[in-house]
C-alpha cells in the first residue's frame, strides 16, 4: 500500500543531505509492503535504509528502490510552474496569430483604398459615381485601419508584457531544476508483522549532492555603559535543489564528510623501469588487463531472530534491521537547530541562525599610514566557548552600522581570533617626509643620501587608545648598496630583518605623538637607483 511519508528531519553536509521521512501506520499479522513514492532522483540508493519501533512485533524484511517513470513532473510546484509557463506560450501564440491576421487584414484594406481609386475616378468621369462616395470610402477605410492598427498596438504591448512573465517563470523553473525530470524513486519496505499494533516507520536516504551548507557570521561591537563586547551571531546559510521541499524539519548542520571514503589509505610499489616501445609491451600490457582484481566483499547479516517473549503488550520494541549500519562520523561537528526550519527546493540561500555567542574583546587600532592615513579598529577575541568556528564570511558592524566584510578562519575553542571592525576617524596618522639630502660631497666613489620621515599620532577619543602604527625602512637589494638606520625617536617595539618597524603607543584623551625615523643610503655614483622615495 501507498504511504505518504512527510519528511520530519534533515541533516545537511557540505555537498549532500541525510533526509528522514517518518509515519505512524496501523499493522496487522501478516506480510506487507509499504510504498513510498516520489522520492528524489539525487538520493543514493545504497544509502536507503527503513527502521522504526512500535506496539506491533514487525520484522523488517528489506528496501527495494527503484525508478518510477512519468508523462508530467511529479514536483507539484515545478508542475505548477510547467502549468503556468504553457498558459502564457499559449496566450502569446494566440496574440502572435491574431497580430497576423490583423496584418493580413491591412494588406487588404490597402488592395481595397487602391483599386476603389481607380474605379471611382473612372465612374465620376462617366457619371456613374459621385464625389461624395469617395468620402464614404475613403472614412470607411481609414476607421477600418485606425481599428486594425490599434489592436496591433495593443498586441504589441500585451506580449511584451507576456515575454517579461515568461521570462521570470522560465527562471523560476531552473532554479528548480532539480525537481524538474519525469522520473523519481519509489521506496518499497517489506514488513513481517508478527503482532497486531501500531508502528512508527523511519526511512532515511542520502542523496547525491544537491545540498550544501556554509557558515556565516554577523560581528557586532557594542560600546557603551561599562566594557565593549562583541556579539557574534553564528548563521547558516542552507541551500538545496534535491526537487524536495523541506517543511518544518528537524535541521541538522554537520561537518562530516559521507562522500569521503573510510578506508585507509595504502600504498602500492613504486617501479622505475626502462622504456619499452609500444609493439614490445603490447602483449605485457594484455596480460595485465586479463588480471584478476581480487576484490572480496562482507557477507551481510540477513536479520536475527525477535525474542519471542514480550514483557508487555504495550511494549515499544525497535525494529530488527536488515543489515548493520556503521555511522563514521571522526571529529565532525553537527549542529541541531534548536527550532524547526523550512528549506524549499529553489536553490536559493536561506538563513537559519545556529548560536549568538558574546565575547570581551581586546580592542586596539591599527594604521599603516605609509599606504593609508586611515586608522583601523581591531579587535582581538579569544572564543572562550565550546562551539567550534568554521571558515565563512563575516559582516561587520559597529552598534548599528555596518562598517564592512572580513573573512573568519577556522577557530577552535580558547583559540584567539582578531578581526578588524572598520575605520575609525577619531584617531588621526599622518606621515611626512621632512628630510631628503644629498651629500655634496662623496665618500670615496659614493654618494650619500639622507632621509627622514615623521609621524604624527592623535587620539581623539574621550578614552584612552592603545595604537600599533607600522612603518619600514628599505632594504638593500644591490650588492653595491648600502641603507643604514639613523635615529628613530622613539625606539621601536618591534624591527624585523626586512626592515619593518611597529610602535604600541599608549595615547590618552587628546594626545598626541610624533615618530620619526632617519636612514641613510649610498651607493657608486655612476648607478641609477630604483626605488628612493620621492616625497
Known amino acids: 500500500m501507498d504511504i505518504d511519508f512527510p519528511i520530519i528531519a534533515v541533516t545537511v553536509y557540505q555537498d549532500r543531505a541525510r533526509v528522514t521521512r517518518r509515519n505512524t501506520v496501523e499493522l496487522e499479522v501478516g506480510t506487507h509492503e509499504l510504498t513510498v513514492q516520489d522520492l528524489t532522483l539525487l538520493l543514493d540508493p545504497d544509502s536507503v535504509r527503513a527502521s522504526g519501533e512500535g506496539t506491533a512485533r514487525v520484522r523488517l524484511l528489506g528496501v527495494d528502490v527503484r525508478r518510477t517513470f512519468f508523462t508530467e513532473t511529479p514536483s507539484v510546484p515545478a508542475a505548477d510552474l510547467k502549468r503556468r509557463l504553457q498558459e502564457k506560450l499559449d496566450g502569446d501564440q494566440v496574440l502572435q496569430d491574431e497580430a497576423t491576421l490583423l496584418d493580413s487584414q491591412l494588406g487588404m484594406l490597402t488592395g481595397i483604398s487602391e483599386h476603389a481609386g481607380e474605379n471611382l475616378a473612372r465612374g465620376i468621369g462617366l457619371g456613374r459615381a459621385k464625389v ?58 517489506g514488513l513481517e508483522v508478527l503482532t497486531d499494533g501500531q508502528f512508527a516507520l523511519e526511512l532515511e536516504y542520502t542523496t547525491i549532492g544537491g545540498a550544501h551548507w556554509r557558515p556565516q557570521y554577523d560581528l557586532r561591537l557594542i560600546e557603551g555603559v561599562g566594557e565593549p563586547r562583541v556579539e557574534l551571531t553564528y548563521l547558516g546559510q542552507v541551500q538545496q535543489s534535491t526537487g524536495e521541499d523541506w517543511p518544518n524539519v528537524d535541521l541538522t548542520l554537520s561537518t562530516a564528510r559521507p562522500a569521503v571514503s573510510a578506508e585507509l589509505p595504502k600504498l602500492s610499489p613504486w617501479y622505475i623501469q626502462v622504456y619499452e616501445p609500444l609493439a614490445t609491451r603490447r602483449g605485457g600490457r594484455d596480460r595485465l588487463r586479463r588480471a584478476p582484481a581480487g576484490a572480496t566483499k562482507a557477507a551481510l547479516d540477513e ?100 562598517v564592512g566584510r572580513a573573512t573568519l578562519p577556522l577557530v577552535a575553542p580558547q583559540e584567539e581570533f582578531e578581526t578588524t571592525l572598520g575605520i575609525d576617524d577619531r584617531i588621526t596618522a599622518v606621515r611626512k617626509l621632512v628630510l631628503k639630502e644629498v ?5 670615496g666613489d659614493r654618494r650619500l643620501i639622507r632621509y627622514a620621515y615623521e609621524t604624527e599620532v592623535k587620539n581623539l577619543l574621550p578614552r584612552p587608545a592603545k595604537v600599533v602604527v607600522g612603518d619600514q625602512l628599505p632594504v638593500a637589494g644591490h650588492e653595491d648598496i648600502r641603507v643604514k638606520a639613523e635615529e628613530i625617536d622613539p625606539p621601536p617595539t618591534g624591527q624585523s630583518e626586512q626592515g619593518e618597524l611597529t610602535w604600541e603607543l599608549g595615547l590618552q584623551p587628546q594626545e598626541s605623538r610624533t615618530l620619526r625615523f632617519e636612514f641613510t643610503v649610498s651607493a657608486p655614483r655612476n648607478q641609477t637607483l630604483v626605488g628612493l622615495p620621492e616625497d
Open 132 to 189: 461624395a462616395d469617395g468620402d464614404a470610402l475613403l472614412s470607411f477605410v481609414g476607421a477600418q485601419h485606425a481599428q486594425f492598427s490599434g489592436r496591433k498596438r495593443e498586441i504589441a504591448v500585451r506580449r511584451r508584457e507576456l515575454a517579461a512573465e515568461i521570462k521570470v517563470l522560465e527562471m523560476e523553473l531552473k532554479r528548480l531544476a532539480g525537481a524538474s525530470p519525469r522520473e523519481r524513486y519509489t521506496a518499497t519496505i
Open 439 to 443: 651629500a655634496k660631497q662623496f665618500i
Open 303 to 402: 536479520g536475527a531472530e525477535m525474542e519471542e517473549a514480550l514483557g508487555g503488550e504495550d511494549m515499544f520494541m525497535a525494529a530488527e534491521p536488515l543489515q548493520a549500519e556503521v555511522d563514521v562520523s571522526g571529529a565532525a561537528v553537527a549542529y541541531h537547530i534548536p527550532r524547526k526550519a523550512e528549506i524549499p527546493a529553489d536553490n536559493t540561500p536561506h538563513e537559519t541562525a545556529v548560536r549568538v555567542l558574546e565575547f570581551r574583546p581586546e580592542l586596539d587600532y591599527l594604521t599603516v599610514p605609509k599606504l593609508i592615513d586611515e586608522v583601523y579598529r581591531r579587535a582581538k577575541v579569544v572564543n572562550d566557548s565550546q562551539v567550534t568556528l568554521l571558515p565563512g564570511a563575516v559582516s561587520l558592524f559597529h552598534g548599528g552600522e555596518f
